[in-house]
């Protein structure tokens, strides 16, 4: 099965996700807090999928906290098949011409 907004929603509603080590720095570094992560999370939506990941199927997610920052997301699955954020950041130019949209 692959990744979705549901498998999200349920993985953050449940508490069966894991954030990874560099996830985590990535956040802290952006001033984001766990509760800004998971409102992120149950109200992304996918923008890039990658399911042939060589580390295994994965996808990038955008929402925003609830003041609007916009944040990226990109999520995974650990081991147990469970949901687990591999990095989290504030898309910027040069990479994004907005949250959406990749400047190719």
């Known amino acids: 099965m692959g990744i979705t ?4 929603r349920n993985e953050v509603e449940n508490q ?6 560099h996830a985590d720095d990535e956040r802290l570094n952006d001033e984001l807090t766990i509760e800004e992560i998971e409102f992120i999370l149950n109200h992304c939506e996918i923008i890039e ?8 199927e994965s996808c990038l997610v ?3 906290t609830p003041e ?3 944040v990226h997301i990109v999520c995974g699955k650990n081991s ?5 954020v591999i990095t989290v ?16």
Do not use: A, C
């Open 5 to 8: 907004v549901e498998f999200i």
């Open 16 to 21: 069966t996700y894991e954030i990874s080590v």
């Open 49 to 56: 999928e990658y399911p042939s990941d060589t580390r295994g």
């Open 62 to 64: 955008y929402g925003g």
């Open 68 to 70: 609007n920052i916009p």
């Open 80 to 84: 147990q098949n469970h949901l687990f």
């Open 89 to 104: 950041y504030i898309p910027k130019m040069p990479k994004w011409l907005n949250p959406r949209v990749r400047n190719r």
